[in-house]
């Protein structure tokens, strides 16, 4: 890598990722978070592919120490208003380890270095030029800046401020309580009108929890929680709706789903990555594989063009190998974000051949779990 100073801004998944990805590379590396204290108790649940794991434990981004839940297959579930759990549509196969986001960011900070000054309570700007502006009103240059400050970010805005993230229409409420039942291991799709349930265990410190979260356009409304509670005694097998009308409010959070896509990772010296350069809706299960794939490339990308190289270079490089996963990601979410939950077919009509053609036509495949580290992703 060319030596030099490397400012990344935002340190949760994709930030840590970074720091580690730069200081690896011999930068001198600091890091401006605006939250104060721990990370690690917050979030819900995150999904990470068996395959894209492996491939993240060999590139030395993660490893067996952080606390999961197994996934080996993929239930989707209708009430039928007989059976407490509802009636199965379709067993697929899926394969996935489930997270704590806490415990996972946990493990990213532990293994970023000690020598990167990671400055926890320090909320930045940016300017166009990518000088940071601290809190205490002076300012520090770098030779690149990383926008990794997720989907509000300040080094977008600097480079792109015409580029805001698209509201898709509807929302995820998501929320986590207490599971004390049997240790399933899959992932459990309930299918609504117009939404969808999802849930899934995950470790905490205080013993299992369910990771739960509810997809539906009908958000919108002065006071969601009524809206919530509706929906999921409706709709949910009771069993299910138990679980999130029990969820004490203050572990529920609502989340507007958005698109976004920018037209370029970088510009000049800064770049962006993460959910600061390309949202993909929850349903392709990728943000943090994604987030980590970005720094995998830039660490790949530094080691190419080697001491003597340039900065150009290494943004060039992974302009090339991540905008196009990263847009191909997107798109794959849209799409099966309007199968879920904008067109959703009449469920009750829905046997397990006719879901396997549903969820062909959403082209999931081509990208749920997150693309393949590496893998040529062309235009389609
Ligand atoms: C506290 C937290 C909890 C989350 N919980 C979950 C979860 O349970 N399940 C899930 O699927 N996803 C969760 N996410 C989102 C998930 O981390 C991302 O979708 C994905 O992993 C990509 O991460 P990211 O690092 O690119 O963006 P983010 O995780 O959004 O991180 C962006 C970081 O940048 C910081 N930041 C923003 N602006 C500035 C600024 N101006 N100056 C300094 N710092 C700034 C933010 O505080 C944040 O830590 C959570 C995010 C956060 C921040």
């Not at 349930?197 to 905490?204: E, K, N």
């Not at 001491?307 to 991540?322: K, Q, T």
């Amino acid at each position: 890598m060319p030596i030099g100073r490397v400012a990344v801004v935002g340190g949760s998944i994709t930030g840590c990722a970074f720091a580690l990805a730069a200081a690896r590379s011999g930068a001198e590396v600091t890091v401006y978070e605006r939250t104060t204290g721990e990370l690690a108790d917050r979030g819900v649940g995150i999904a990470l592919h068996v395959d894209r794991y492996a491939e993240l434990v060999a590139a030395g981004y993660l490893d067996d120490t952080t606390p999961w839940r197994n996934v080996n297959g993929r239930t989707w579930l209708l009430d039928d208003g007989e059976s407490a759990r509802g009636r199965s549509l379709w067993d697929q196969p899926a394969a996935f380890r489930m997270y704590n986001w806490g415990q996972l960011w946990a493990g990213l900070r532990r293994r970023v270095p000690a020598e990167v000054d990671y400055r926890g309570g320090t909320p930045v700007t940016v300017g166009t030029d990518g000088e940071i502006h601290l809190p205490d009103g002076t300012s520090e240059r770098y030779d690149v800046v990383v926008g990794a400050d997720g989907y509000g970010s300040a080094v977008r805005t600097a480079v792109f401020p015409q580029i805001r993230p698209q509201y898709a229409g509807y929302v995820m409420w998501r929320g986590s309580c207490a599971w004390n039942h049997e240790p399933i291991d899959n992932l459990i799709s309930i299918c609504i009108p117009n939404g969808q349930g999802v849930m899934y265990r995950i470790p905490s410190s205080g013993g299992d929890r369910i990771s739960w979260g509810l997809y539906s356009a009908v958000g919108g409304t002065a006071d969601p929680r009524p809206a919530l509670l509706a929906l999921a005694r409706t709709y949910f097998p009771p069993f299910w709706a138990d679980l999130v009308t029990s969820t004490p409010e203050s572990d529920t959070l609502i989340q507007p789903i958005n698109d976004l896509v920018v037209d370029r990772f970088t510009s000049g010296r800064m770049l962006v990555a993460g959910d600061a350069a390309a949202i993909a809706r929850p349903h392709v299960a990728s943000g943090a594989v994604k987030g980590i794939q970005d720094a995998v490339a830039f660490e790949a990308a530094c080691r190419e063009v080697g001491p003597a190289g340039s900065w150009d270079d290494v943004l060039a490089r992974y302009e090339a190998e991540r905008h196009p996963a990263g847009a191909d990601l997107v798109r794959v979410a849209r799409s099966m974000g309007y199968a879920m939950v904008e067109d959703t077919p009449d469920w009750t009509t829905m046997t397990p051949e006719r879901m396997v053609d549903w969820w062909a036509a959403q082209h999931a495949d081509d990208g749920f779990g997150g693309h393949a580290l590496g893998a040529a992703i062309g235009a389609r």
